[in-house]
């Protein structure tokens, strides 16, 4: 690759040589002025990793509970408990959810408030109906914070938290919640959440426990860019001790009068850059995620010519990003999904919740629909 630049050229040299981007390497990313050579060096990282491979799986979001004890400033989702509109799922009512879609999804997404009465026998009750009527179904769920909040009502360690959750059958932790792992910028849009160390001892501790986590990073409140690389630079230092970090997501805040005024709306280009320099920063995070349900298909269609490997999902019901302004198609058919993945030149690989299983989708394959219950 010729790219004449003394900044990216020896950057280009240290990925060469498989040597880690410093904090200061990752800055000069995130304010060159020639974008787009940052945008081709991230493809060329992410087709060094998987070719032309794009990954995605089919699934639906169940929000358990917008009931929440905290008030984050940027969330448009939680609700007091004598609100209107607030709503708490109870066993029943959330596999019926699950119901209409359990011959098509592999994965169930469910993340929500922080109940006030919901402790550990709660959950793990949940977790058990609901693998017990779709065996073959992932639950992925709660976040960080949701953990923290079940294991302080319940009056157990966060590791027996987990411990319990996934022998009742909780198979993979969404990364939500991370928001940016600056404790400054935490007691500014969410105070009371879960501190920096947290988010990160939660989920080492999952992933000491054999439980594969995603992690994420919400962007364009009111941090600077040094505090998204130092954001980065903790993920992957606590990637190097626990390793359970599977997949990164990156997303922009979507603003509006309420929440966050202050905070802008992050151009296309803010966010393309960003998750180039997420793949390139996260050098021992496998895969870096296009969240359409925020940022949308248009951008999620470069997003993957531009770092990203994996696109989530068909998503066939959401409400976080949806009430925060999100305006992001549901129910994305497979094939709709493959189109949107073949105009930017991948080829669509359909996979597992934690990446163990990979189907590649031929156009128009009618077995596009059926479960995933390939070999690898
Ligand atoms: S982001 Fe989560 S913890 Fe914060 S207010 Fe919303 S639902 Fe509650």
Not at 334 to 363: H, M, W
Request: glycine share 8%; charged share 25%.
């Amino acid at each position: 690759m010729l790219i004449e630049d003394e900044i990216l050229n020896p950057i280009i040299s240290d990925l060469i040589k498989g040597q880690r981007l410093s904090i200061i390497q990752g800055l000069a990313l995130l304010k060159h002025p020639n974008l787009n050579g940052v945008l081709e060096i991230a493809n060329l990282d992410k087709k060094a990793r998987y070719g032309e491979n794009i990954f995605f799986n089919v699934n639906i979001h169940v929000n358990q509970s917008n009931i929440c004890v905290l008030a984050c400033k940027f969330c448009a989702f939680r609700r007091g408990k004598r609100a209107d509109d607030a709503y708490a799922l109870d066993t029943n009512s959330y596999i019926s959810q699950i119901e209409p879609f359990a011959e098509i999804v592999d994965e169930v997404h469910s993340v929500g408030g922080l109940h006030p009465e919901w402790n550990l026998g709660y959950y793990c009750n949940l977790f058990e109906q609901t693998k017990n009527r779709f065996p073959s179904i992932t639950i992925k769920a709660l976040t960080a914070v949701e953990i923290k909040h079940i294991a302080t009502i319940s009056g157990e360690s966060f590791k027996e938290t987990i411990r319990q959750l996934k022998q009742s059958g909780l198979g993979s932790i969404p990364g939500g919640g991370a928001e940016i792992l600056v404790d400054s910028v935490r007691d500014k849009i969410c105070k009371g959440k879960e501190s920096s160390q947290e988010y990160l001892d939660i989920h080492g501790i999952a992933h000491t426990l054999g439980m594969p986590t995603n992690c994420t990073m919400l962007f364009g409140t009111v941090e600077t860019p040094e505090e998204r690389i130092i954001h980065l630079d903790k993920l992957r230092c606590q990637q190097d001790k626990t390793g359970g970090f599977q997949c990164f997501v990156p997303y922009p805040f979507l603003p509006d009068s309420s929440r966050l005024p202050e905070a802008q709306l992050s151009s296309a280009n803010e966010i393309l850059r960003m998750i180039a320099v997420s793949r390139l920063m996260l050098d021992n995070i496998p895969h870096i995620k296009a969240y359409r349900m925020n940022i949308g298909d248009e951008i999620a269609e470069l997003a993957i010519s531009v770092g990203a490997d994996d696109i989530d999902g068909t998503v066939i019901q959401e409400s976080i990003m949806h009430l925060a302004g999100s305006t992001a198609q549901l129910d994305f058919g497979i094939d709709e999904l493959c189109r949107l993945v073949r105009r930017a030149g991948g080829v669509p690989i359909r996979r597992d919740t934690v990446y163990s299983k990979f189907k590649p989708i031929e156009i128009k394959s009618p077995s596009s629909v059926h479960r995933l219950n390939m070999a690898k």
